[in-house]
């Protein structure tokens, strides 16, 4: 595990969870990881949990997150919410390009970087998405997919915004599947993503940002896979939903 870069594992809860559920899992998290002091630790619940959620990680070693974010920092743009809105309640990283919006939504790289130097000009963290199909990986296009992904949505960040940014490597056939890269698999899409900011932004900017897997993350697969040299960390699903399920992700990461 690279000394240089501190783990971060963040838990998208995507949409699942009452404001009372919510409530009630964090709860228990806050329990739970009470002394982890070797990970940063994120969790995204939906914007209707965003307030009570905020006011229950105060204080705590868990930092709050957001699931996307508008672009634009006001206007006419029905159902969609600002980075002000977010800071609001004192969420620190917003998750933005992940494949469902890329899929469903139809969000392309070009949008996803403005809502990156949006994000950064509200001194939000941004968790960039990036990842292939299965289709794309059989075809050998895996390595195009992600360099046409990592340079249009990181497009125009300076290195100082770069530093700031975690890329999330989440390959589209392993996301709620049940089925998760091998850590051969995950360390070399790791290594090329970082040799791909290490052009855009500098051998040393590369060295120090933190890229995650995302994609069935599980307790029993977290050590091995957080052990990869250029693995610094999880984006985690399903797993986050449950209390025990998240904390032994991360303590097993340790």
Known sequence: MNKERKLIIAGNWKMHKTAAE???????????????????????PPY?????????????NIRLGAQNMS????????????????????????????????????????????KAHAAHAASLR????????????????????????????LAGLTPEQMDETIIAYEPIWAVGTGHTASTK?????????RKLVAGMSGEAV??????????????????????????DGALVGGAALDARSFSDIIKNSI
Request: proline share 2%; net charge negative.
């Open 48 to 60: 209707t949990a965003l307030a009570d959620v905020s006011k229950t990680v105060l204080e705590s």
């Open 185 to 193: 698999q995950a360390q070399e899409a790791h290594a090329f993503i």
């Open 71 to 114: 672009e634009h920092n006001h206007g006419a743009y029905t159902g969609e919410i600002a980075a002000g809105m977010l800071k609001e309640f004192s969420v620190r990283y917003v998750i933005l390009g992940h494949s469902e919006r890329r899929q469903y939504q139809h969000e392309c790289d070009e949008l996803i970087s403005k």
């Open 22 to 44: 919510a409530l009630a899992l964090v709860k228990a998290l806050k329990l739970e990881l009470a002394h982890v002091k070797e990970v940063d630790m994120v969790v995204c």
């Open 206 to 231: 590369a060295r120090r940002v933190r890229i995650q897997y995302g994609g069935s993350v599980k307790p029993a697969n977290a050590r091995e896979l957080m052990g990869q040299p250029d693995v």
């Open 126 to 153: 941004p968790i960039v998405c990036v990842g292939e199909t299965l289709a794309e990986r059989e075809g050998g296009l895996m390595e195009k997919v992600l360099e046409t992904q990592v340079r249009g949505s």
